[in-house]
């Protein structure tokens, strides 16, 4: 067996302990992990009835995808990207282990903000890799800094960058990016970008850090702005003259991704009108949540730039995140993650909500949260 201590998702487990709630009877609310309830866009839906009555499917990726995908990082963007360098995957996760594999090598150091999304870490781990946990604050809205990246002695093998970051939402302003860009650059670090909150942003729109590395490994998925999570579909952006030697490592550990989902995901990213329309929910329950929380006694929140998370600290309720969203769920139906997950210092007071859901059930989530905090989160 792998000794790499791979601790387990802990939402996982609450998510378990809903579902068997939820098979008893009782109404529970899903805000334990970032997974849009809204569904694939119809007409992408539609192309994936048509896909499965005209097409065999196969082991394939879509030129046509690729090309639609490098188009996007010419319009949003203005970067140039060969659609040859867009490699598909099955979502970010595989993006990441890819390139974590292909890219770097055992014992490489690879360094990231805690708090931070828990697969960085036990990704990392699993591939023999070595995770170095920096310690970011609210000084940089939990995100790093180009003075995180000198000060890393040794330099790290590489680094992985989140902007919006789950579990914060926080961003890396463009300045900041360029600066933490040109440190990296200076020190010979490659740079992970997870770009998979892009789209779902409450201000300015995102960046992505191919507009200030070029070389920059990109990762981004269908899961979160296209709400495709189920379908199992990201890329990674390969850094040039690299896309060959990833093509390669894919074949062996992954082979390629759904050709069902492809063809959905083709016709999702023209559906701009319904993505705005599942954009604004989110933005809603945003509001809804920033103003529900400090009445109930949850003072200490950021509000977020983007993503759909709210990071809170509950320290005044608890000092273990766990219990504390284990007994939430079995008294109120609200499932929520522990803070432990993504951070293992001190995430034992914090947690995260996850507002991907309807503005009516966010709605009722903060009632049933209010009324119980109100109680004293009774043991
Ligand atoms: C920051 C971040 N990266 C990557 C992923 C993995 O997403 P997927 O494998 O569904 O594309 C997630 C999922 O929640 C995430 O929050």
Redesign the pocket.
């Known amino acids: 067996m792998n000794p790499a201590a791979v601790e387990p998702f802990h939402a996982m487990a609450i998510s378990r302990a809903a579902h068997a709630m939820e098979s008893a009877g009782q109404s529970v609310i899903h805000m334990e992990f970032?997974q849009p309830s809204t569904g694939a866009p119809p007409a992408a839906i539609a192309a994936a009835h048509a896909s499965l009555d005209a097409d065999a499917g196969g082991y394939r990726e879509s030129p046509a995808l690729r090309a639609r995908i490098a188009a996007m990082y010419a319009e949003r963007h203005g970067v140039a990207v060969d659609p040859e360098r867009i490699v598909l995957t099955g979502?970010?996760?595989p993006a990441?282990t890819l390139a974590l594999a292909a890219l770097f090598v055992p014992g490489d150091a690879i360094a990231f903000v805690r708090p931070g999304?828990v697969?960085y870490r036990n990704g990392i781990l699993a591939l023999g890799r070595v995770p170095v946990e920096i310690a970011a604050d609210a000084s940089t809205r939990f995100q790093m800094a180009a003075r995180h990246v000198l000060a890393l002695n040794p330099a790290p093998a590489g680094i992985i960058v989140?902007s919006p970051a789950?579990p914060t939402g926080s961003m890396i302003p463009a300045a900041d990016m360029a600066a933490l860009a040109a440190a990296a650059r200076g020190r010979s670090i490659r740079i992970i970008s997870?770009e998979?909150y892009h789209g779902l942003t409450y201000g300015e729109p995102a960046h992505s850090m191919l507009e200030f590395a070029p070389d920059a490994i990109v990762i981004n998925?269908f899961?979160k702005y296209w709400s495709m999570?189920g379908w199992r579909l990201?890329w990674v952006v390969a850094p040039p003259g690299t896309a060959d030697h990833l093509r390669a490592y894919i074949g062996s550990l992954f082979l390629t991704p759904p050709s069902l989902a492809q063809a959905a995901a083709l016709v999702a990213m023209d559906e701009t009108p319904v993505l705005q329309a599942y954009h604004d929910t989110y933005r809603r329950n945003r509001a809804l949540l920033l103003a529900a929380l400090p009445a109930m006694g949850v003072t200490r929140i950021a509000p977020p730039d983007g993503a759909f998370y709210i990071w809170a600290d509950v320290g005044d309720f608890t000092n273990d995140s766990m219990d504390f969203c284990q007994r939430l769920l079995a008294d109120t139906g609200v499932a929520i993650a522990p803070g432990i997950d993504f951070d293992p210092v001190d995430g034992h007071r914090f947690v995260r909500l996850s507002f991907a859901v309807s503005t009516d059930r966010a709605a009722e989530a903060m009632a049933r949260l209010g009324a119980w905090l109100q109680k004293g989160a009774p043991a």
């Open positions: 970032g979502g970010a996760s990441l999304y697969a989140a789950n997870d998979i998925s899961s999570p990201g």
